[in-house]
């Protein structure tokens, strides 16, 4: 896929003209020939649109992002200047959170090495293979009981777990225990799940302290941005074994990850693609095209970020 889905592109190439920076090898040539004209930037979270483009489009009224996470978009930029910034929220938190038990699961009950050892011959040779972690009853830590945290924790729910959150306050609508960072989180649990948003507010939140106050033994899951995570730290407690297994889809340098997370056999690695089912990615992309053809028929935006 490039950047969108061909059934967002042709619906939005019979409406509007269509200029793809990603398809362009130059980017300086694309601007000087189209920065002129150009009305809205349609962009997605791993893309985002910095200032310094944005300042080259004196036309833009709009940026419409594919995807729930805003923060590769300079969002202040566009408030100085009145720009709305849409996403994509709500249509694909189940899946991310599905995906979040997949990682669990996957790297808990050792889903890959399971299909290997069947495929591989080595049941018909060796008999059963070594056991894996139990999942229920566990007891999981959230940090950040966003929309992504809270389908989290209703599957946890189903799954006989504890659960407990960290957050900058505490839900007043939730009993779960609250703590106020995920350092005073992490020893608690037996998983660590991050749903946070990313952005600046979050780089780094899950910190060396945090990393280094995980239950020995811990499983580690990421759903939201490798941002959030002190990633050097993170790397110390997997080489330590202070974090027994790790489900990670997102990273700091995507798509080219730091090369010493695949030297760990108890980490189990996705490709930024928790959203990524096709029912999901229809949704968001019918509801990005939505905000854009509202801002252009002058009606309110679904889904504008305040
Ligand atoms: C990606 C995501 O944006 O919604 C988000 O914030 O991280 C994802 O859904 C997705 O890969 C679409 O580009």
Redesign the pocket.
């Known amino acids: 896929m490039g950047v969108l889905p061909d059934w967002d592109l042709e619906p939005l190439a019979e409406r509007y003209t269509l200029r793809l920076l990603y398809e362009s090898p130059n980017e300086a040539a694309f601007l000087a020939e189209h920065a002129p004209e150009i009305r809205a930037i349609i962009t ?3 893309i985002g649109a910095s200032a310094a483009l944005m300042e080259r489009l004196p036309k833009l009224g709009l940026v419409a992002c ?4 805003i923060d590769a978009i300079d969002k202040g930029w566009c408030a100085a200047r009145g720009i709305p910034v849409t996403n ?1 929220p709500d249509v ?1 938190t189940e899946d991310v959170a599905d995906k979040a038990f997949a990682l669990l699961l996957g790297v808990a009950r050792q889903v890959p090495q399971a299909d290997a050892w069947v495929r591989d011959g080595r049941w018909t040779r060796e008999g059963s293979m070594p056991l894996t972690t139990r999942v229920w009853g566990k007891r999981i830590g959230i940090v950040g009981l966003g929309r992504i945290g809270r389908a989290v924790a209703r599957r946890a729910e189903g799954f006989g777990m504890q659960i407990s959150y960290s957050g900058r306050t505490p839900k007043a609508d939730l009993s779960h225990p609250w703590y106020p960072t995920p350092a005073a989180l992490a020893p608690e649990v037996d998983i660590l799940v991050c749903c946070a948003m990313g952005g600046p507010t979050t780089q780094g939140l899950i910190d060396r302290a945090a990393f280094e106050a995980i239950k020995p033994g811990c499983i580690f899951v990421n759903v939201s941005r490798g941002s959030c995570c002190d990633e050097a730290a993170l790397l110390d407690a997997l080489r330590s074994g202070r974090i027994a297994m790790a489900g990670l889809d997102v990273f700091w340098n995507e798509p080219t990850i730091d090369p010493a997370f695949t030297g760990f056999p108890n980490v189990l690695l996705a490709p ?5 089912t096709v029912e999901t990615r229809k949704a ?1 992309g019918q509801l990005m095209r939505d905000n854009v053809e509202a801002h252009f028929a002058g009606k309110p935006l679904l889904t504008e970020v305040k």
């Open positions: 997605k979270g791993e594919y995807g729930v996470g994509t694909l930024h693609a928790a959203s990524g968001m």
